[in-house]
């Protein structure tokens, strides 16, 4: 399974960006696809997650009512809608695919990787 991701670009705080993850090849075997970010000097964050079949979706704390995730199964494309951007969510944005079933918000539970794409949100 390839992952590409894009989309990323600056912003100021308050505004809005939306991510697209492309996915090909094997994709029958993706459970889910989650969202995680990483600021400088920080661990790589758990942003949120989409089962792919039913399209339920969850999110850590801090992006709740701000993101919003969703698919399109025909183009097999994950976005991730960020609203009301805080300086605070500055970081590469990475989309991952998970082959198990039982995946939570560990990116050890992720198979497949995209390469992650720059957000900054100025103040």
């Known amino acids: 399974v390839q992952l590409q991701a894009f989309g990323g670009g600056l912003v100021q705080a308050g505004g809005s960006l939306t991510l697209s993850c492309a996915a090909s090849?094997?994709?029958?075997?993706?459970?889910?696809m989650g969202w995680f970010r990483q600021a400088p000097g920080k661990e790589r964050e758990y942003v949120g997650r989409i089962i792919w079949s039913a399209g339920s979706t969850y999110y850590t704390d801090s992006v709740k009512g701000r993101f919003t995730i969703s698919r399109d199964n025909v183009k097999n494309t994950v976005y991730l809608q960020m609203n009301s951007l805080k300086p605070e969510d500055t970081a590469v944005y990475y989309c991952a695919a998970s082959k198990s079933k039982f995946v939570r918000s560990g990116w050890n539970q992720y198979h497949y990787w995209g390469q992650g794409t720059q957000v900054t949100v100025s103040s």
């Open positions: 090849g094997g994709t029958f075997s993706i459970v889910a």
